[in-house]
C-alpha cells in the first residue's frame, strides 16, 4: 500500500499522469480477475476519474448518454455499481455520489476528506482508522470486511485567507 504524504485532491499534480496511471491499474486488475471492463464501465471510470469529486449517478448518466451510450439510469447504476463493488470506485454517502478509487487492487481503509465549498475529494489512507476499528471489532467477534470514513471540512485552498 502507498501513503500519499498529502492527498493528490488537496495538491499540485499532473492530473492527467495521476488518471491515466489509476486507469490503467484499474483494467490490469479487471484483467487480473477476469472482470470485463465493458466500454461503458470503462467511459463511466474515465469520467470518474476527470477531476478529484464525486459524481452523483445521474451526472455521470449525463455524461454517458452525451457520449452516445444509452439514456435510461440503470446504465449508469450498473456500471457503478461493477466499479464499487470491484474496489474501483466508492461510493460517497454523505454526497450520494462516487469517486474512483485512486488505490485500485490494494488492500486499504479510505478516509475522504470533502471539502465543503468546492467538493473536491481527497481519498487518503486510514491504515490508523483501520486498526483503530480492528482494536475495537476484534473482542466482539466482528470481521470487518470494508470500511469507509468520511470527514467535511474545507480543502487548503479554500481554508487560505482571502
Given at each position: 500500500?502507498?501513503?500519499?504524504?498529502?492527498?493528490?485532491?488537496?495538491?499540485?499534480?499532473?492530473?492527467?499522469?495521476?488518471?491515466?496511471?489509476?486507469?490503467?491499474?484499474?483494467?490490469?486488475?479487471?484483467?487480473?480477475?477476469?472482470?470485463?471492463?465493458?466500454?461503458?464501465?470503462?467511459r463511466t471510470?474515465?469520467i470518474?476519474?476527470?477531476?478529484?469529486r464525486a459524481?452523483?449517478a445521474y451526472?455521470?448518466?449525463?455524461?454517458?448518454?452525451?457520449?452516445?451510450f444509452a439514456?435510461q439510469?440503470?446504465?449508469?447504476?450498473?456500471?457503478?455499481?461493477f466499479l464499487?463493488e470491484?474496489?474501483l470506485?466508492?461510493?460517497?454517502?454523505?454526497l450520494?455520489?462516487f469517486?474512483?478509487?485512486?488505490?485500485?487492487?490494494?488492500r486499504h481503509?479510505?478516509?475522504?476528506?470533502?471539502?465543503?465549498?468546492?467538493?473536491?475529494?481527497?481519498?487518503?489512507?486510514?491504515?490508523?482508522v483501520?486498526?483503530?476499528?480492528?482494536a475495537?471489532?476484534?473482542p466482539?467477534?466482528?470481521?470487518?470486511e470494508?470500511?469507509n470514513?468520511?470527514?467535511?471540512?474545507l480543502?487548503?485552498?479554500?481554508?487560505?485567507?482571502?
Open positions: 500500500m502507498t501513503i500519499d504524504p498529502v492527498p493528490l485532491a488537496f495538491s499540485e499534480h499532473d492530473h492527467e499522469t495521476c488518471s491515466g496511471g489509476v486507469l490503467a491499474q484499474a483494467g490490469a486488475l479487471a484483467a487480473s480477475r477476469g472482470l470485463r471492463l465493458t466500454p461503458v464501465r470503462r471510470l474515465e470518474l476519474l476527470e477531476s478529484h459524481m452523483g451526472e455521470v448518466l449525463e455524461r454517458l448518454s452525451a457520449d452516445g439514456k439510469p440503470p446504465v449508469a447504476y450498473r456500471a457503478l455499481e464499487v470491484n474496489g470506485a466508492h461510493r460517497i454517502r454523505r450520494n455520489a469517486a474512483a478509487c485512486m488505490h485500485p487492487g490494494e481503509s479510505p478516509v475522504f476528506l470533502i471539502c465543503k465549498s468546492c467538493d473536491h475529494i481527497a481519498e487518503a489512507q486510514g491504515a490508523h483501520a486498526t483503530a476499528l480492528e475495537a471489532a476484534t466482539a467477534g466482528f470481521s470487518i470494508r470500511t470514513v468520511e470527514a467535511l471540512g480543502c487548503p485552498a479554500c481554508a487560505a485567507p482571502a
